[in-house]
């Protein structure tokens, strides 16, 4: 009998054991690809701009904020007849937001900047080169774990325009000799395009 009452007393004051912390949740980031479309007025001539980009982001601060790399080409289209233009440009975009539907949906706003490279398919033109900011909406679904897919749409403004310096050039649809750049877009454009990728780290549930 003494021996159980001691064996009930070492049992009650025996430390209760501490469970371990849960694991903190795996941060996610996505890696992914994009389509690119743009509209703006260029020497009283509408342009567009198709294209694609690559993209990866990661996912901060309890999922509110979100930075982006984007590496990306575009073709110009409704510039003067024959001259093919292609643009290349490299940055990235902040954004601020929140997940919602359980985490299958993330809705917020971004500030981007990037570089860009216009090459003018003439020879005897110089390389262009700018910088743009931009302003868009992000929506973004999330499901089957692993798969994210949406649509970024907004305003960009070149700083300055993109432009190309020619040393001897002959601009249609009147051919004449100009010394002056040549443009081919207005600064600011409005711009959109999907987005399409694959989630790591922590999966959606």
């Avoid at 509110?64 to 289209?77: M, T």
């Avoid at 809705?107 to 900047?113: D, E, F, I, R």
């Avoid at 949406?150 to 403004?157: D, Q, R, S, T, W």
């Avoid at 207005?186 to 711009?191: D, F, G, P, Q």
Wanted: hydrophobic share 50%; net charge negative.
């Amino acid at each position: 009998m003494y021996t159980a009452v001691v064996a009930l007393l070492l049992a009650s004051a025996a430390p209760a054991e501490v469970g371990e912390p849960a694991p903190a949740a795996e941060t996610r980031w996505f890696l992914g690809i994009g389509g690119r479309n743009a509209v703006g007025l260029a020497a009283q001539r509408a342009t567009t701009d198709f294209g694609a980009d690559v993209l990866g982001g990661v996912w901060l601060l309890h999922e509110h904020l979100l930075p982006i790399v984007d590496v990306g080409w575009s073709s110009v289209f409704g510039t003067a007849p024959g001259y093919g233009i292609d643009t290349f440009r490299a940055g990235g975009e902040l954004a601020a937001g929140t997940a919602l539907v359980h985490d299958r949906l993330w809705v917020g706003g971004s500030l981007g900047l990037a570089a860009q490279l216009g090459w003018l398919h003439v020879a005897d033109y110089s390389l262009g080169w700018s910088s743009m900011v931009s302003a868009s909406v992000l929506v973004l679904g999330r499901f089957a774990r692993h798969v994210v897919l949406g649509v970024e749409v907004g305003p960009a403004y070149s700083i300055p325009a993109l432009s190309f310096s020619p040393q001897l050039v002959t601009i249609p649809p009147q051919p004449f000799v100009s010394e002056q750049p040549y443009s081919i877009f207005n600064s600011v454009r409005l711009w959109g395009g999907l987005r399409l990728g694959w989630i790591f780290g922590n999966p959606i549930p």
